[in-house]
């Protein structure tokens, strides 16, 4: 028996294995997995019987066949699974498990944050306040735009989406989402949101909260023609996956302040962010910190540890994710 662990987790989940009846030996933690080359990964996980993933390694067909026959289950220590094949996956019979509760509120509460700072340009008030230059009040200085009573559009309303939405009444804001079926609970009072296509809910909206799964159908969905759907006072918000934007033409659009703002979390070419957009006043950026908080962490490795375990030992796990299970 192998377990690999393939990054540094958040709670030791050695203890958690051992507890369950694995020796410590049957358990091998490589921290830093991501940054080792394709051929020493594949190399170290041969033989492995379970492996926990971050989303930065590649799952694909040649990692699950350096893997071998043994494997029997890849949990990702993400809620997202866009790194992972899963048609792959199941055909060589390889479980894919995420875990999404612990990804939800403090998604949604990073995505309010960017809101709230893209909407209020804090990027540009925090520069001027520091800069040392501010010369007092000025009833001009830095307007940005009201969202209280607003219309959000929050694109991809499954878990997170929801949970940003549910947000929204705090500012009375009224939600239009997108999904790919009708969320009645969305629809029901207290938040009445309403279902809408993509390019009907653009041009109503004061902000935009992208919260949809990363798949061939969703990459670059916010494209130039899409961007040009929106308000200029509209701010635009990155929660889920970076290649479901295309940078170069929120680039465009932001610097020909076509929109308000932008605050992102993600990026298409991680770590990398595309210059142009680290240039645009009106842009805040994260390093994708979406879920990182201590307490989410720490639920995020016990939820992956009983994923592996219920696989091992012949149960349904908690959180499996199938090649048919439908985006967010
Ligand atoms: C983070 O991006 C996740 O998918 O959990």
Redesign the pocket.
């Known amino acids: 028996m192998s377990i690999h662990v393939l990054l540094n987790c958040v709670g030791d989940p050695i203890p958690m294995f051992r507890e369950a009846g694995f020796a410590t030996e049957d358990v091998v933690v490589t921290p830093k997995a991501t940054h080792l080359e394709i051929a020493d990964l594949h190399q170290l996980i041969r033989g492995s019987t379970a492996i926990l993933t971050p ?1 930065t390694i590649k799952i694909d067909g040649a990692f699950l066949d350096a893997a071998g026959p043994m494997l029997k289950v890849v949990a990702n220590y ?3 699974v866009d790194n992972i094949d899963l048609e792959a996956c199941a055909a060589r019979g390889v479980a894919v498990c995420n875990g999404p509760p612990p ?1 939800v509120e403090p998604t949604a509460d990073i995505a309010w944050a960017l809101l709230l700072a893209t909407a209020r340009r804090l990027r540009e008030g925090i520069r001027v306040a520091e800069s040392g230059d501010w010369t007092g009040y000025d009833s001009q200085l830095l307007l940005g735009h009201r969202l209280h009573g607003g219309t959000l559009l929050v694109v991809g309303a499954g878990r997170i989406g929801a949970a940003v939405a549910r947000r929204a009444i705090g500012w009375n804001m009224r939600v239009l989402y997108t999904a790919r079926t009708p969320k009645p609970t969305l629809e029901a009072s207290p938040i009445s949101a309403t279902k809408v296509a993509l390019e009907d809910g653009l041009p109503l909206a004061d902000a935009v909260v992208l919260t949809i799964s990363l798949d061939h159908s969703t990459r670059h969905l916010i494209d130039a023609a899409a961007l040009a759907l929106m308000k200029p006072s509209s701010v635009l918000v990155n929660v889920s996956r970076g290649p479901v934007v295309d940078e170069v033409a929120l680039a465009n659009a932001l610097s020909e302040k076509r929109i308000l703002g932008a605050g992102l979390d993600v990026y298409e070419h991680e770590p990398k962010i595309e210059r142009r957009l680290l240039d645009c006043p009106n842009v805040l950026v994260l390093p ?1 910190i ?2 990182a908080t201590v307490e989410d962490r720490l639920d995020l490795t016990r939820l992956s540890v009983e994923n592996i375990l219920a696989v091992l030992t012949g149960r349904k796990p908690p959180h499996e994710v199938t090649p048919s299970d439908s985006r967010s």
Do not use: R
């Open positions: 989303l993400a809620v997202g990804m994708h979406g879920s």
